[in-house]
């Protein structure tokens, strides 16, 4: 954002005169992300850690597969986790324990196309802010929040052309050069290029990873092309697509209609969130973790389904679940 000159108009003591200044304060300024916010959000995953060590009063131990330690086998735990060589020693049934593993790479997509800048009435006062804004805050509640989990995070903004593209990496000066990036993101007139971001990803990411897509798809007869390059995403690694919702078109599909025109808009307004719908829903069926979200819970939600990933040990499980199972795990609305 840039400033140019500043008109002061000021008055004597008395209030009898008034005069006129200029100011020259030609500068740039930087406007960074909700910082609070993703404050916010660490904290609550700190104080989650605290309160589930307090009621264990052990370490907590998760479903990943960085081995741990030995103990008797208990019901319910997998086959797959017995130790064989163990329980030959021991003359009884012995599982591994395994920790939550660390290190993993999470990367962030944040479409800035044309669909990103459409803006949204808060619910209180009439402010209003762009998809984009609460895309760029939920990307960085979520860099946060990784970080302090130990993985490594990368950041991908792309319009028609690829706007910001931060590897993969940790630590707090990292964390920073997040920032910067995303406090630069700018939302653009044209239509994303799905296509390029979804090369320059592949190419820079090998390994499975999780792929955190923000973005948004247009009312077209064909399938979108970003649903199609989520589905090529997920080939190789576990991507959560996340869509903001219009809460004004959900208004004008609950509202019931009292004239033509009203009935006209309704009837629109159901069938585009009808097709929105089958195409989630289609992502889901395929094993992309789909959503569409109200602005106000995109940070939270995307923060939650991600440790619930990390708790589950979803990325190095690489499993497919059905439609059922992801609603019993928190999918959103």
């Not at 629109?268 to 989630?280: G, M, V």
């Amino acid at each position: 954002m840039q400033f140019g000159r500043l008109y002061i108009r000021y008055q004597s003591k008395l209030g009898f005169a008034e005069r006129w200044a200029v100011v020259e304060i030609s500068q740039t300024v930087r406007v960074l992300p909700d910082l609070e916010q993703a404050r916010q959000q660490a904290l609550y995953l700190i104080r989650s850690r605290q309160v589930e060590m307090e009621k264990r009063r052990r370490k907590r131990r998760g479903h990943g597969r960085e081995f741990e330690s030995l103990r008797e086998y208990r019901a319910g735990d997998e086959l797959r986790d017995i130790c064989w060589t163990a329980t030959a020693r021991r003359h009884q049934l012995t599982t591994r324990i395994f920790e939550i593993e660390r290190s993993q790479a999470v990367w962030i997509v944040l479409d800035a196309g044309r669909l990103s800048r459409a803006e949204i009435r808060q619910e209180h006062g009439d402010l209003r802010l762009a998809k984009l804004d609460y895309a760029v805050n939920a990307a960085l509640s979520l860099a946060q929040v990784a970080t302090q989990c130990g993985d490594r995070v990368g950041l991908l903004a792309y319009g028609r052309a690829v706007q910001h593209n931060v590897a993969a990496g940790r630590g707090p000066q990292h964390l920073r050069i997040i920032v910067d990036s995303l406090a630069l993101v700018r939302g653009e007139a044209s239509e994303a290029d799905h296509s390029r971001a979804a090369r320059v990803l592949l190419t820079a990411q090998n390994r499975r990873s999780l792929v955190v897509w923000i973005t948004d798809f247009a009312e077209t007869p064909t399938t979108p092309e970003v649903i199609e390059y989520a589905l090529q995403m997920a080939k190789r690694h576990l991507v959560v697509f996340a869509t903001v919702s219009q809460p004004d078109l959900a208004v004008v599909a609950e509202t019931i209609p009292r004239n033509p025109e009203e009935i006209y808009r309704h009837a629109a307004a159901l069938e585009i969130a009808h097709r929105r719908d089958l195409l989630l829903r289609e992502l889901r069926q395929r094993g992309v973790f789909a959503f569409e979200l109200v602005p106000g819970l995109l940070a939270s939600s995307i923060v939650n389904q991600y440790l619930d990933i990390k708790e589950r040990n979803l990325l190095n499980q690489g499993c497919v679940f059905s439609l059922h199972e992801w609603s019993s795990h928190g999918q959103a609305g």
